[in-house]
């Protein structure tokens, strides 16, 4: 499963959780702010809408993510 996102992307960790759904986790950059990204797909590879309407979500504050 690949999803575009601009900039440079890394894709740190992946894994399949409770409802079948895969949380796909990374990061991206562009210029010098660093990204965090989170998609989350359903088992069949396509992006999960019920997560953030999209199927994905970018942190650019990353105070509070633990």
Do not use: C, P
Request: charge should be positive; charged fraction near 10%.
């Amino acid at each position: 499963m690949t999803t575009a996102i601009s900039g440079s992307n890394v894709r740190h960790i992946q894994w399949l959780y409770k409802r079948w759904k895969i949380l796909a986790a990374g990061s991206s950059s562009i210029g010098v702010t660093e990204v965090m990204n989170l998609v989350r797909y359903n088992i069949n590879g396509s992006l999960d809408t019920s997560f953030n309407h999209t199927g994905y979500s970018d942190f650019s504050n990353w105070s509070g993510i633990h």
